[in-house]
C-alpha cells in the first residue's frame, strides 16, 4: 500500500462537516409541509432521506468507535422540520467527538458496519459523505421542481 | 498539519474510477432523446450536466498537472449519447494517467483551478467527485421521473 498521502484525518473531518452544513441548509430550505409530503417519480421524501443520513452518520460512527455491529433504523420518530434540525444540530459534536476517537492507525482496518457492509473504516467514511452528496443532490431537484433556489452547491460554511 | 493517513492516492483514484464507472451506467440508463431534452424545474438536462463533469475532471487535471490556469469551457460539441460515452471513455485513461503524474508532496499545494478556485490540489480534487456525486444523484431523479430505475448507489464495477 502506498503511503501518499491525500487527506489528513483533520481535513476529512473538515470536509464532512462542511457538506453537513450544505445539508442543513437543504432541509431548512424545504417548507414544512413539502418536506414530508414531496417526491418526485415515486422517491422518498426529502425528510425520509434526512432520516436516512441521520442514522447512518452518528450511529454508523459509534458503531466504528465501539466496533458493535448493530444494525441502522432509518425510521426515526422525527416529524418536524424542527426536530429533524435539532438531531441534526445535536449529532455535529457527536460525530466531531466519535470521529477523532478513530485511532490513526484503524483507518485502513475493516469493520462490517451495521453488520452488513464489511469494508476499510476509511471507506465506510467515504460512503457517510457521498450518500449524503448523493441524497442530498436529489433535494436539490426537488427544491428545483418546487421553485424553490438551492443553496449553492460550494456554501459549506 | 497532522499526518494521519485517512486515505492514499491510490485509494482516492480508485474511489473516484468507482464513481466514474457509476456515472457512465446513469448516462447509459437515459434514453437518447431524454438525455438531451429532459430536466426538472428549469435545470439542465443531464447531457448538460455530463458535459460539465467531462469539462471538469480531465481538462482540471490537466491543469493542475501543467498548473496552467486555464478557464474550462462546459459547452463540448457532444450531441449524442455515443459522444458523450466515448468521450467518457477516453478521458478514463488521461484521468489516471494524469492523476499519477501528480506528485505525492504536491496534494497540499494550492492550484488555482481553471483560474478561478485556488485551493489545496486534494480539495480541488474532492471537489470533482463530489460534484460528481451530486449532479449524478440529479440523474437518478430525472431517471426516476421517467419511470427508469437507476442503477445501484453501491455499484462502482
Known amino acids: 500500500m502506498s503511503t501518499a498521502l491525500v487527506l489528513t484525518k483533520q481535513e476529512f473531518l473538515e470536509h464532512w462537516l462542511g457538506h453537513r452544513k450544505l445539508t442543513r441548509r437543504v432541509i431548512e430550505a424545504f417548507p414544512e409541509k413539502e418536506l414530508f409530503n414531496y417526491a418526485i417519480g415515486g422517491m422518498r421524501t426529502f425528510a425520509e432521506l434526512t432520516k436516512e443520513l441521520l442514522s447512518i452518520a452518528e450511529p454508523g460512527l459509534r458503531g466504528i468507535v465501539a466496533r458493535d455491529e448493530e444494525g441502522y433504523q432509518h425510521n426515526l420518530p422525527l416529524d418536524t422540520k424542527e426536530a429533524l434540525l435539532k438531531r441534526w444540530d445535536e449529532d455535529t459534536p457527536k460525530i466531531i467527538d466519535l470521529f477523532n476517537r478513530i485511532p ?36 436539490f431537484v426537488y427544491l428545483r421542481s418546487l421553485g424553490i433556489e438551492p443553496p449553492h452547491f460550494w456554501e459549506r460554511f
Open 104 to 139: 490513526e492507525e484503524d483507518f485502513h482496518k475493516e469493520h462490517n458496519l451495521f453488520g452488513e457492509y464489511k469494508f476499510p473504516i476509511y471507506s465506510n467514511l467515504l460512503y457517510f459523505v457521498d450518500n449524503e452528496i448523493h441524497h442530498r443532490g436529489q433535494g
